[in-house]
Each structure stands twice: as structure tokens, then as C-alpha cells.
């Protein structure tokens, strides 16, 4: 034990691992002596932000978490919900934000490499990937690099890796630009008796390290996740690990091939804190200890200390547990598929991790301190209150100006320079791609899809977090429905800044509170998630800059029969066209309001989770019965914009009259109204509205499909835009910021 008890820790290294004073005397108690610098790196990376949710755990208890059809909620790599005939759908949304900000290829790739791990961990196939991505300002110098980089990083690993990336959101606000968002999405598919978990069981059971060898690249990355941003961010480089998708793409085929035996007690992947997290995790599940040899751990750089292997966090690894006996069938497998394969330690029955290194024990820590007793904090907070509602709301002088303004806008404007550089359709099981309200990947070999979609509109979580909360749940309740789905589930990343000030817990506290009230009221619970915190910039006075809190939320619905999708393009002319919901001509927030005239005032859009549900519900039977030949949710920019991204996606004109009541046409045109559609149809108004009232829903036929422009207004003014106007202004932002030579045909 002279290992253990030669230590030579200052409150310097104490510092820099990100420990504070108090957290260090918990170290003393929790071990009865001083740490070593194994011990201290191992306490650091569990104890962070990332890896124990120390400022958050108190309040994600509020998120309602089960339905009759959710196997598995939070606390695993993924969620896992029941979606029929013995099929399970397994998803998770994670951030990779501030590797992404230092490094942003590898930073976004490993991002997608972490999140697909996640999924297959526990025994899915992935089958989709999404991505929500929020940067600075267009014009801010850094803000083309970093979208080059990210977009480039997401395609690199998601298209060499063979699974789509199928929808997402990019956004752009002066409250990034120091700080990017980078969550990734992914969603496999299993079957109910094939999942998975990380559990450690069976004392003398073998642990089993398979996948690539462990470098240097990302030490401390999970501690530098957990804490904001100063000027020396470029230091921080080694810190973002290096992915190899092709090397993910094998270690996918190998652990599915042995899943398919029952070889495997239990299989955690080496995310964020790497080794350290994974064995911790396992064997605290399980109720267990573990024993690891550092001597056996595979090494790709000459020299490595067990300090080094514990923190690293380098990709496409993962560690299980294996019944007696199984290790030669396992690593045959491993093996074939051209991957590391070692026995590197052991179950014990001692609820403490011990490793050891050329003989000497290195590390013994008690599992408990690590993993559930780690430090919970209930920091002081106060909620933001919401803004007074707008009194003086402008009228709009020039409509067909101000839709060509807002559909350039980098908030609407066209994202298929993104899109288009990943591959949305590989494996063939691709239904709708991005460009809809959400993506819809056929279960492979049946007639049922997944619906998958992210949202967040964090300018109105800024205004007024409960609301805005609520709001990015309905808005992906919304999209799920608008292409026909029934909601099932969520998951969510919560990127906000330093929950040490207490007007960021505010908005933490607030927009859980409304995430969980949608999700409770829609029947939409709560699977799995992510926390990222401290996502703020120090500048060089001691300030600091904050993102706007951006609760992500990633919606998942189920279609029985994929062919009954809807989209939201005009397929024909001469159909009719119908607004379903109760509009209101709310202005608060709205992006009129701040593109147009400069503000950014009011109260963001109320809303009713009873006329969501209600309203949602209509329009999903109205798809189901046939009656509807595109669909499209009310959101940004309000009808108007709703309007021609509907005539832009069939290239098929409209002639719309908006009644002006119950406020002005600017409002009745670019007002952001909540539970609020627009359907096209063949039906007769009389036919249809008396459907909807069934539902206890209101709607009101509003125009006719037909021609080359969009001709939109009330019954006294019209104005008259060409679809090639509307075109070149929707389209020309992405290419025009990333230089006409990247732009793609």
C-alpha cells in the first residue's frame, strides 16, 4: 500500500481538477486519508458536473419518466420504449459542446460517435441520427469556421458509420458565439428480449475490454465539460478526443453478433471520464466491486500511467462483463472484426474499485462516494419573471417584403447546404428526409415507422423559462403529429450556463418545471437525457457571456403504417387550404417582431396543453383517414412563413385570405401561435370542420392551392410573391455564409 500512502497533493492540482476545498474534504472522509493522484483524477471526473449532475439531479426529479410503454427510463445508456410485435425503440440526445467549440470536426464526431455507442450498448441497431446545432452570429469571425467544421465532423462519422442523419436544427444567436451547441441524436432499434444493460453480476465474473486502444487524447474531458470558458480555450485541444468511424462501424457488428448469444452479463461503453465512468458505473449498479489490472489494459502510446488509462477519453471502446467461460467465444468475435479484445479485471464482492499496476495496488475507493453519494447541491435560484405582454404592436407596411426578410433570415432560411452533405437514406429504411416537420425511418422489414424530431426555442426560454419550456415539448408533440405519428417519448439535453449564479439555475429550475408539466399533460414522459452546464464564455474584464437556455428535446413517435405519413408540401392545385387551431396573432417574441422592427419584447406564446392535445389529435385522424395531402405546424414566423415553406416544398402556389380577427393582419399573418396547423385537402370546408369539431377544434378554410406565387393577405390588402423570389431568398443564406464555393447543387 506504499502507493497509497505516498501522496503529494496540493491545493494547486486540487484546483485544476476541478474539486473544490469542501468536495476535497469529502475525498479525506470518504478514503479515511489523503488520495493519490490516481484516486484524486478518479474522484475529479466522477464528482464533475458531466458525469454526477450535481446542480441538476434534484430537479430532474420532477420529469415524469413512465408510461405503460416505457421499459426503460432514465438512469441507463438510453431509453427504451415498447413500440409493438416484440420491436423496442432505444434513443438519447447528448451535447458535445465545448469539444466542439475548441475542435469542432472531432469535437461533432465524437459527438455522434458517443451517442451511437449509447444505442447499440443496449443491443439496438441505430437507424437514425439527428443533430440540433446553435452557433453565433453569421457575421461573427469564427462562426464559418465552426459551422464548416461541425456540419463537416457529423457527416464525416455518421456517413462512413452507415447510419442516416435524418432531421435536426441549426440556429444563430449572439449568445453563441463563444459558446457552440453541439447534441447529437440517435435512435436503434431492438428486439423487447434482447436489451441490454449495464448492471455488473456474478463475482469472479471476468471484465472485458473490446474495441480500439486507449490513447491520450481526451484526459480530463469530462472535468473540462463541467466548467465555463475563459480566453485559453485553444490549450484546451488535447483535452477533445479523435473518432474513427470505421473502427465504430466494426465494433458495432462485433457487439451485436455476440449480443446474439447470452454471452454478456452486462456492456457499458467508455463515454465521457472513459474507463473511470464505465467500471464505476457497472459496479455500482450492480451492487458490486471491481478489480481492475492496469497492467492488461490496451495502449496504443508507449508509457501510459494508470492516471492516463482511467481518465482517457478515447473513442469506439467499450467494457462488459462476461458469464464463466465465454471469454474465448467472445473474443474470436472480437477478433474477426479486427478489434482489441482483453480480460482486464474482474467482480468482486468488496463494493470497492481497486486497480493495480505492476504488482502494486494503485487505487482503492470505495464505490458508494463515486457513484450515489456523490455531491448533490441544491443551489439558490430565481426563477426569471416573465415579461409584461406587448401593448404596442406595429402593423406591417410591405407583407410581401417582410416574408422575403423573414424566409432569408438565418433563423428560416433554407438548411440544405447542411442537410445535403450527410447521407440521409443509407439503409434504405428512410421515408421522410430533413426539410418536414419530422423525420420518419421505416422499422426495417415492417410496415411500422419511427417519428423523430428535435426542438427548443430558446429565445422564448429566455423570456420565460416555465413557458418556454412547456413550449419545446409541444413543438416536438407537434411535429410528431403534423407528419401523422403518435407521441411516445422524449429525451432531452439541457444546455444551460453556470448554476452557481442563481438567474441560471432560474432558468434551469423554470424550464424543467415546464418541460415536466407538457410532458405530464401530453402523456409524453421522459426516457433519457443529458445535462450540460457552465456553457458561458469568461471574457477578459471577468464577465460573463451566457447561452440563452436551450432545453433540447428529442420527440419519438410511432406510425402502424408508414405509408400513411403526411409532409407538408402542396402536392396539387386546386386543393383546399385550412387553418386548424384558435389563432391569437401573438407577437411576443415573435421573430417578426425582432427581424423586422429590432425587438425583442413581450411574452413568448402561451400554452394550452389541452388545445395542444386536442388539436394534435384532430389533425393525426384526419392523416389517418386520407383526407389531408400535406400538413404543417404554425411555428416561427407564424402562417405566413408556414405558408411558403408549404408552397416551396411541392412548388405549387397558393391564394390565401386570412380573416383579421381577433387582432391585426400582422398578427393574424406572422403571429407564433401555439397548437395551430395548416392543412390542404380535397374535402369540402363543411365536410372537414365538422371532423375537427368532433375533436372539439376549431378551423376555417383559408385559400386554394395553385399557380407560381404565393399571394397571401386579408380581405382588403394582398400581396403577391413568385415562388423563384421566394426561392432565391430562402435558399441563399447558407451558401452566401459559407462561400459560393460551398455551396451544392
Known amino acids: 500500500m506504499d502507493v497509497l500512502e505516498a501522496s503529494q497533493i496540493t491545493p494547486e492540482m486540487i484546483a485544476e481538477h476541478g474539486l473544490s476545498e469542501e468536495e476535497y474534504g469529502r475525498i479525506l472522509k470518504a478514503l479515511d486519508r489523503e488520495p493519490n493522484l490516481v484516486e484524486l483524477g478518479i474522484f475529479s471526473v466522477m464528482w464533475s458536473e458531466h458525469c454526477s449532475y450535481k446542480s441538476s439531479r434534484v430537479h430532474l426529479k420532477k420529469l415524469p419518466t413512465e408510461a405503460p410503454w416505457v421499459i426503460c427510463g432514465p438512469g441507463e445508456n438510453a431509453g427504451v420504449i415498447d413500440i409493438g410485435d416484440g420491436d423496442a425503440a432505444i434513443f438519447k440526445m447528448e451535447s458535445h459542446n465545448h469539444p466542439s467549440y475548441i475542435e469542432p470536426y472531432q469535437g461533432a464526431a465524437t459527438g455522434v460517435g458517443g451517442i451511437l455507442r449509447d444505442v447499440f450498448t443496449m443491443g439496438a441497431r441505430p437507424i437514425a441520427n439527428l443533430n440540433a446545432l446553435r452557433f453565433g452570429r453569421p457575421d461573427h469571425p469564427k462562426t464559418r469556421h465552426l459551422v464548416a467544421g461541425v456540419v463537416a465532423g457529423i457527416g464525416g462519422y455518421g456517413n462512413c458509420v452507415g447510419v442516416p442523419t435524418v432531421g435536426g436544427e441549426v440556429n444563430f444567436d449572439a449568445a453563441y458565439d463563444g459558446n457552440i451547441l453541439v447534441n447529437a441524436m440517435t435512435v436503434g432499434v431492438a428486439r423487447t428480449d434482447k436489451i441490454f444493460y449495464s448492471a455488473a453480476a456474478g463475482i469472479g465474473n471476468s471484465v472485458v475490454y473490446v474495441g480500439s486502444k486507449t490513447g491520450r487524447d481526451g484526459i480530463h474531458g469530462a472535468t473540462m465539460a463541467s466548467a465555463d470558458f475563459s480566453e485559453d480555450s485553444e490549450e484546451k485541444r488535447p483535452t477533445v478526443q479523435v473518432g474513427d468511424p470505421f473502427t465504430e462501424k466494426l465494433l458495432i457488428e462485433a457487439c451485436l453478433e455476440l449480443m446474439a448469444s447470452d454471452a454478456i452479463v452486462a456492456i457499458q461503453d467508455m463515454g465521457a471520464a472513459g474507463l473511470t465512468s464505465s467500471s464505476v458505473e457497472m459496479a455500482s449498479k450492480g451492487g458490486v466491486g471491481i478489480r481492475l489490472d492496469m497492467n492488461q489494459v490496451p495502449c496504443r502510446e508507449e508509457g501510459m500511467t494508470p492516471y492516463e488509462m482511467m481518465l482517457s477519453e478515447s473513442q469506439e471502446r467499450m467494457l462488459m462483463v462476461l458469464k ?369 369539431n368532433d375533436h372539439g377544434v376549431v378551423g376555417e378554410q383559408i385559400g386554394v392551392t395553385g399557380g407560381d406565387a404565393l399571394t397571401i393577405g386579408d380581405y382588403n390588402s394582398q400581396a403577391t410573391i413568385s415562388l423563384a423570389d421566394l426561392r432565391a431568398a430562402h435558399e441563399g443564406f447558407f451558401p452566401k455564409l459559407m462561400g459560393a464555393d460551398a455551396a451544392l447543387a
Open 324 to 692: 464463466p467461460g465465454r471469454e474465448g467465444e467472445a473474443e474470436a468475435i472480437f477478433r474477426k472484426w479486427e478489434l482489441d479484445f482483453a480480460v482486464i479485471g474482474e467482480v468482486t464482492d468488496t463494493g470497492r474499485m481497486e486497480l493495480v499496476w505492476n504488482g502494486e495496488t494503485v487505487a482503492d475507493i470505495p464505490l458508494d462516494p463515486l457513484a450515489d453519494e456523490a455531491p448533490l447541491y441544491e443551489r439558490p435560484y430565481a426563477i426569471p419573471k416573465a415579461p409584461e405582454p406587448l401593448t404596442d404592436i406595429p402593423e406591417s407596411t410591405d407583407i410581401a417584403a417582410d416574408l422575403l426578410r423573414l424566409m432569408a433570415s438565418p433563423a428560416l432560411a433554407s438548411r440544405r447546404w447542411v442537410w445535403e452533405q450527410y447521407d440521409q437514406s443509407v439503409g434504405a429504411d428512410t421515408v421522410q428526409r430533413p426539410g418536414g416537420d419530422a423525420a420518419v425511418v421505416r422499422v426495417h422489414g415492417s410496415k411500422k415507422a419511427l417519428a423523430i424530431t428535435t426542438d427548443c426555442t430558446p429565445r422564448y426560454c429566455y423570456a420565460d423559462p416555465v413557458e418556454g419550456g412547456k413550449q419545446a415539448v409541444a413543438e416536438a408533440y407537434r411535429n410528431l403529429c403534423a407528419v401523422g405519428a403518435k407521441p411516445l417519448a422524449i429525451t432531452n439535453c439541457l444546455n444551460f450556463g453556470n448554476p452557481q449564479r442563481p438567474e441560471i439555475m432560474g432558468q434551469f429550475v423554470g424550464c424543467v418545471e415546464g418541460i415536466a408539466e407538457a410532458c405530464r399533460a401530453l402523456d409524453f414522459p421522459v426516457v433519457s437525457g443529458n445535462v450540460s452546464l457552465y456553457n458561458e464564455t469568461k471574457a477578459d474584464d471577468g464577465s460573463s457571456l451566457a447561452i440563452l437556455p436551450t432545453p433540447a428535446i428529442g420527440g419519438v413517435g410511432l406510425f402502424d403504417d408508414w405509408e400513411k405519413s403526411a409532409t407538408i408540401g402542396f402536392k396539387a392545385e386546386g386543393e383546399f387550404i385550412y387553418r386548424v387551431g384558435y389563432p391569437l396573432g401573438h407577437m411576443g417574441q415573435s421573430l417578426w417582431l425582432s427581424e423586422i422592427h429590432g425587438r425583442k419584447e413581450g411574452a413568448p406564446p402561451p400554452v394550452n396543453l389541452d388545445a395542444e392535445q386536442r388539436t394534435a389529435e384532430a389533425v393525426r385522424d384526419l392523416i389517418d383517414l386520407g383526407w389531408v395531402t400535406a400538413v404543417h405546424d404554425v411555428s416561427d414566423g407564424g402562417i405566413a412563413v408556414t405558408l411558403g415553406e408549404m408552397a416551396l416544398a411541392g412548388s405549387v402556389g397558393a391564394d390565401v385570405r386570412i380573416e383579421t380577427h381577433p387582432g391585426s393582419t400582422a398578427g393574424m399573418l406572422f403571429g407564433e401561435d401555439q397548437a395551430v396547423y395548416v392543412v390542404v385537402s380535397s374535402k369540402d370546408a363543411t365536410t372537414l370542420i365538422e371532423k375537427l
